[in-house]
């Protein structure tokens, strides 16, 4: 028989969870989710578009709830997917209210699931049209951190909201460039595995006035809850080993971070 699992510790100030995909839960009804994401405290939910295939869901979403808002991007692995049509939908809709960022978008050489050049190319049109929109991003960036550089660098002086790099597992260099230019890094689940030191040495060396807390669900859920599906109301989880990592007192981090997410995604208000 297993272990019981701790319960999910409940905060007396508010999170906000900056970076789940709610259409892609699939364990539990969507109404519970979101009961008991409120059940424990967080107040606002960031819901991460990654394909042509659920632009318009996560539109959808955003309307379940007052507290939903969501996001316009086209992730990595599908950039060969990006047309000028799927581009004119994402720029439509930046302009509406629970629309907080352009993202998710980057750089991803790791699974290779579309042409280098092609994801390059990708990334270069939707920084613009954050610029353009006046919105933060969401990147993506995984064994591409040179390039994931040189292509924010070209955009260092027009993309004046800069936003967040999300599940950051990436090097010290692409961490010190990051926040030397006033980006937030974005910590999950991941910084609770064993075997996840390289996160929390970024931990570590990354203000708290610029880490976002996310869970990425339904992926990379945190100890002790390993093994089940993830979901926003597990990003407590988080907000504690942050906490542990950095020597902080937690509700520091939490009262931290929520400023950081509602700084960074002006449109969460």
């Known amino acids: 028989m297993s272990k019981k699992k701790r319960d999910i510790p409940v905060f007396e100030h508010p999170l906000i969870e900056t970076h789940c995909h709610l259409d892609y839960l699939k364990d539990q009804p969507l109404e519970d989710i979101l ?55 994402i ?25 280098r050049a092609v994801q390059r190319e990708v990334f270069r049109r939707q920084l613009q049209l954050a610029c353009e929109a006046d919105l ?4 993506h960036s995984r064994d591409a951190d040179d390039d994931t550089i040189d292509i924010l660098r070209e955009f260092e002086s027009s993309l004046t909201r800069r936003g967040v790099i999300h599940s950051f597992t990436s090097g010290p260099g692409l961490a010190r460039y990051a926040l030397d230019q006033g980006w937030c890094l974005g910590f ?20 708290i006035g610029q880490i976002l807390l996310e869970t990425d ?15 926003p109301f597990y990003i407590p989880f988080v907000a504690e080993k ?12 939490v009262q931290q971070t929520y ?3 509602r700084r960074t995604f002006h449109r969460l208000g």
């Open 188 to 207: 999950n689940g991941i910084a609770t595995f064993n075997k996840a030191d390289n996160v929390r040495d970024i931990i570590r060396m990354t203000p």
């Open 91 to 115: 720029r439509q809709h930046s302009r509406d209210d629970k629309i907080v960022a352009v993202g998710e978008i980057g750089l991803d050489y790791y699974y290779d699931n579309a042409d």
């Open 35 to 89: 009961t008991e994401t409120q059940r424990v405290n967080i107040e606002r939910v960031i819901t991460i578009a990654v394909s042509p295939d659920n632009l318009a869901r996560v539109r959808e979403l955003t309307q379940a709830a007052p507290w939903i808002f969501g996001t316009q991007g086209i992730h990595p692995h599908d950039a060969e997917q990006y047309t000028d049509d799927v581009e004119a939908e």
């Open 217 to 231: 669900a339904p992926f990379l859920t945190p100890v002790p809850y390993r093994g089940r599906e993830n979901a």
């Open 242 to 253: 942050v906490a542990e990592v950095k020597g902080l007192d937690v509700t520091e981090v």
């Open 259 to 261: 400023r950081n997410s």
């Open 136 to 139: 933060p991003v969401v990147i």
